[in-house]
């Protein structure tokens, strides 16, 4: 008899417990389990570690929740953190989500979909931990550009999530048991349908907004290198 599906979501957050709560409102009813990783990003410039709203009693209002604190850490520290969960968890899909972003699913086609990238492992023979990365709509709307809506498909949906490591940089995912697996921005298996993402910053303050930009500013410096090496 085959087991039934394992879907868990990742997210990370800090001091967002309105965009936090929008969030986990949208996905609860369709995973297993959210593990949020909260805590101050290393180099984001506040004088306080771990979130001072109440970020924390927000995910405990979900019986499907797990929260998790780890400061100052870089992002591809936070997020490998539920990457690791994952794999401790037995958990074969992840869904990676944001605090400042929502889901609008189609259960019934967004599970059709999962359950087709499952037997198509099972059908071709396949019985091991051999990771696979998968593309989902999103439409995303910054601060930085209050008029403009960017449409794409991004990797969010990881198979046997255990096996990734994000690594150099936060849109390099890399398969621990084969290294020279790697999934880069727009390098993914094919795209997951009955589920869209949302991005915007309207439920953050204009002082949190103003240290992000300073933030993601800084990691732009630090990833230009990185990048050079993995996309060149």
């Known amino acids: 008899m085959k087991e ?10 800090f001091d967002d417990e309105r965009g936090l709560r929008r969030c986990m409102n949208s996905i609860h009813d369709y995973v297993d389990l959210m593990m949020v990783i909260d805590g101050k ?20 209002s979900f019986s499907n929740s797990a929260y998790y604190c780890y400061p100052n850490l870089t992002e591809i520290e936070k ?6 969960f994952a794999g401790d968890q037995g958990i074969e899909f992840l869904l990676v989500i944001d605090s400042d972003e929502f889901a609008v ?16 492992k099972i059908n071709s023979g396949y019985r091991g931990d051999i990771t696979d990365v998968y593309g989902i709509k999103i439409f995303e709307k910054h601060f930085e550009k209050p008029n403009s809506i960017r449409e794409r498909y991004i ?18 995912l890399v398969d621990v048991n084969n290294p020279a697996r790697n999934f880069t921005t727009g390098k993914y298996t094919s795209e997951i349908h009955g589920i869209t993402l949302y991005n915007d910053d309207e439920l953050r ?19 230009r290198a990185a990048r050079k090496k993995i996309f060149n």
């Open 155 to 172: 990797e969010r949906i990881f198979y046997k999530p255990g096996n990734l490591r994000y690594q150099s940089i936060h849109c390099n």
């Open 79 to 84: 997020r490998n953190k539920y990457l690791e």
């Open 205 to 223: 303050s204009n002082r949190y907004l103003e240290k992000s930009v300073l933030y993601q500013n800084t990691l732009l410096e630090g990833e």
């Open 4 to 13: 039934s599906m394992r879907i868990a979501a990742g997210i990370v957050s």
């Open 105 to 120: 699913i189609n259960k019934a086609e967004f599970l059709l979909h999962l359950d087709n990238v499952r037997n198509s």
């Open 41 to 60: 990003f290393r180099y984001f410039e506040d004088d306080h570690d771990i979130s001072s709203d109440n970020s924390r009693d927000v995910v405990e």
